[in-house]
């Protein structure tokens, strides 16, 4: 459990906020590059860390992210006409480029001492594994970009579903770091199978185990931490155990272990400290589902599912869309896509869960890992130290990966974990 004032300081993320100001001190993903893809297209609101922004690609293909409103008289420029490479204003056709140069002065006489003097405030950007990745911190402090770990290289597929949830980051993170709940929760369709190793199809992921109860053990690292869920296998339960090794890289995305067909990958960007932005990742191996498939398998498609913004149909006002007739024959929650069910438990504790009074067991060590380690990384930045994963020497996230599959009792998992980050992930 959490002291209240330590729930503050790990759920907290506005600018003047440790958490807030940890997370500036890496590249963050603002949008997906889908959102604006068309040049001259309609201008995109992005909301990020408790702020707004405005995204748009120019005539020339050039891609902006600009403080939404205009510098002249605070209009919103997400209404701006995006023409001949810059935005402008619809109040008095102030006109921005994508670097913020104020370029055209509608209102002004011409040639007027103005038009040279005001700059507005624009962002390093970065497109690299369908994301937009935007360098918000201090503009004289911009590091180089690091492909995140599900993105090695510019050509490795990538397929992402996206969902507007109305609840804090940090309760999103907690359920993606929690390999114990998938053996109930997603029980219907994370089947235990005689498998190898886990597998995949376009019905049901499986699993070589009926073992609902996990051994947990954690290790920091200078990124995050990683740890294992250390079950008993289906098959030669007396010598092998079944390993999931999950991968924390904060602040921002979590490596699920894979399975025999694609990685998995989850990226969780707060849009304010009661709302976030969830993207759940398929990507790389021999069989990757394309961005449609993986939507639809998930039950996560815009314009079905979900409305223009990302928001899912299914809300606590509807329970979620939850079929008990269904949960009568057999299917353990009734709600369908393994996000939605994982969307269900979140939300369902509040915008931002009370984390003094909750009762954790044995299972929970990666939960009490995440809370230690991200509030500890907060209140070092505080006090003016540097964020988590930016001090050297710095492991590329590239090498960073997670594994599962049956292995002999005698096999220490870390060294499967050492092993695997020193090559490149593919």
């Not at 050039?62 to 995006?82: I, K, W």
């Not at 369908?336 to 438990?345: E, L, R, S, V, Y």
Request: glycine fraction near 8%.
């Amino acid at each position: 459990m959490l002291t209240p004032e330590e729930n503050d300081v790990l759920t907290r993320v506005s600018r003047d906020t440790p958490m807030g100001k940890l997370m500036r001190q890496h590249w963050t993903p603002v949008c997906l590059v889908e959102e604006v893809v068309e040049r001259d297209g309609t201008p995109l609101l992005v909301e990020v860390l408790g702020e707004r922004f405005v995204a748009f690609r120019d005539s020339d293909g050039r891609l902006g992210l600009l403080d939404e409103l205009c510098p002249h008289r605070r209009a919103s420029l997400v209404f701006g006409r995006n023409e001949e490479c810059g935005l402008r204003c619809l109040y008095h056709g102030w006109k921005i480029d994508v670097e913020g140069n104020v370029v055209a002065m509608s209102s002004e006489p011409e040639g007027s001492p103005l038009l040279g003097k005001v700059k507005h405030r624009s962002y390093p950007v970065k497109e690299w594994g369908g994301f937009v990745w935007a360098w918000l911190g201090d503009a004289d402090e911009v590091p180089a970009f690091d492909p995140p770990a599900f993105a090695p290289t510019e050509n490795t597929q990538v397929s992402i579903l996206k969902i507007r949830i109305p609840c804090n980051w940090a309760q999103i993170h907690e359920g993606q770091i929690d390999s114990a709940h998938s053996s109930s929760l997603h029980s219907s369709d994370m089947v235990p199978a005689r498998v190898e190793g886990a597998a995949a199809d376009d019905k049901s992921w499986y699993r070589p185990s009926t073992d609902k109860s996990p051994r947990m053990q954690t290790q920091t690292t200078s990124y995050g931490f990683h740890y294992a869920a250390i079950r008993r296998p289906i098959k030669n339960a007396d010598t092998h155990n079944y390993l999931r090794i999950t991968e924390f890289v904060a602040p921002y995305y979590s490596l699920i272990p894979p399975n025999s067909s694609y990685n998995v990958a989850s990226v969780i960007v707060p849009i304010d400290d009661e709302t976030t932005a969830f993207h759940f990742i398929a990507w790389g191996g021999t069989a990757c589902p394309s961005t449609e498939d993986w939507r639809k398998f998930a039950h996560a498609q815009k314009g079905i599912h979900l409305n223009d913004k990302w928001e899912s149909h299914r809300t606590l006002e509807n329970n979620f869309l939850q079929d008990r007739q269904a949960m009568k024959l057999g299917n353990f929650t009734g709600i369908q896509g393994i996000p939605n069910q994982d969307i269900a438990m979140w939300v369902g504790m509040g915008p931002i869960v009370n984390r003094s009074d909750d009762v954790l067991g044995t299972s929970d060590l990666a939960i009490v890992e995440f809370r230690r380690l991200m509030v500890d990384a907060a209140r070092k930045v505080a006090a003016g130290g540097k964020a988590i994963g930016t001090e050297e020497p710095r492991i590329s996230q590239a090498r960073i990966g997670s594994r599962e599959g049956v292995y002999p009792k005698s096999v220490d998992w870390r060294t499967l974990v050492d092993k695997n980050a020193a090559v490149a992930a593919e």
